[in-house]
């Protein structure tokens, strides 16, 4: 359920609540989203507040006890088309901002698709101090006609520069109506030592099962192999 408060003069909704709910009609979660866009309409920043409960009625948090995160998304930099090339995401533990969790530098290469699908991205992670955890280089190959990612690779970088593990994603869309709504019937994660793939570390099969997902596309019952 969204509920939208304010909008800025090209329609754009820049404060809102959504409310998640489980198939039974459990609320999962509230979250309350701030945007800043600009004249022509990039978002330029934008911030997810988390709370576990809400008001559903007047959609606003219950209490300040009930807050689970606060995410900040800050975009510097766009390609011509308006897609975002230099991004940095802050995560907060306090709701005031002052316990940073974690950040991360995102740079997406000027290389997207006609139908703007990213194909090369890297994500750098730094703690709270602002030491660098690992870096992430992700390529993306395949897309399904819903811009659902197919394909991937995933380099994993330490501190140091060093291989972790390389990964490669494979994702099937088999139900339509599941792949509108970004979810995949299978996925098959495979790790190797590095790139050249010359040695498995494991693999990880997801299965959702297609019997099972509802008429909303969302998953009801899933298997993971190892």
């Given at each position: 359920?969204?509920?939208?408060?304010?909008?800025?003069?090209?329609?754009?909704?820049?404060?809102?609540?959504v409310?998640?709910?489980?198939?039974?009609?459990?609320?999962?979660?509230?979250?309350?989203?701030?945007?800043?866009?600009?004249?022509?309409?990039?978002?330029?920043?934008?911030?997810?507040?988390?709370?576990?409960?809400?008001?559903?009625?007047?959609?606003?948090?219950?209490?300040?006890?009930?807050?689970?995160?606060?995410?900040?998304?800050?975009?510097?930099?766009?390609?011509?088309?308006?897609?975002?090339?230099?991004q940095?995401?802050?995560?907060?533990?306090?709701?005031t901002?002052?316990?940073?969790?974690?950040?991360?530098?995102?740079?997406?290469?000027?290389?997207?698709?006609?139908?703007?699908?990213?194909?090369?991205?890297?994500?750098?992670?730094?703690?709270?101090?602002?030491?660098l955890?690992?870096?992430?280089?992700?390529?993306?190959?395949?897309?399904?006609?819903?811009?659902?990612?197919?394909?991937?690779?995933?380099?994993?970088?330490?501190?140091?520069?060093?291989?972790?593990?390389?990964?490669?994603?494979?994702?099937?869309?088999?139900?339509?109506?599941?792949?509108?709504?970004?979810?995949?019937?299978?996925?098959?994660?495979?790790r190797?030592?590095?790139?050249?793939?010359?040695?498995?570390?494991?693999?990880?099969?997801?299965?959702?099962?297609?019997?099972?997902?509802?008429?909303?596309?969302?998953?009801?019952?899933?298997?993971?192999?190892?």
């Amino acid at each position: 359920e969204i509920r939208t408060s304010q909008f800025d003069l090209r329609g754009n909704a820049i404060d809102q609540y959504v409310a998640t709910y489980s198939p039974e009609g459990t609320l999962y979660d509230v979250k309350h989203i701030l945007t800043d866009t600009r004249s022509n309409g990039d978002v330029v920043r934008s911030e997810v507040i988390r709370y576990s409960t809400g008001d559903v009625d007047s959609m606003t948090p219950v209490a300040s006890g009930d807050f689970v995160e606060r995410t900040v998304v800050v975009t510097t930099s766009f390609d011509l088309r308006n897609n975002a090339l230099s991004q940095e995401v802050f995560r907060y533990s306090s709701e005031t901002m002052d316990t940073l969790v974690e950040r991360q530098a995102i740079t997406t290469t000027d290389a997207y698709t006609i139908l703007d699908q990213a194909t090369h991205s890297e994500i750098a992670t730094f703690n709270s101090e602002g030491s660098l955890v690992d870096t992430q280089i992700i390529d993306y190959t395949n897309y399904d006609k819903f811009s659902n990612v197919e394909d991937q690779t995933i380099l994993t970088l330490d501190s140091r520069g060093l291989v972790v593990d390389f990964r490669v994603i494979h994702n099937d869309y088999l139900d339509q109506v599941a792949a509108q709504r970004g979810n995949a019937t299978h996925t098959t994660i495979t790790r190797f030592i590095d790139s050249s793939m010359s040695s498995e570390i494991e693999r990880q099969e997801i299965d959702n099962h297609v019997a099972t997902i509802d008429s909303l596309g969302r998953i009801v019952d899933q298997t993971i192999d190892l």
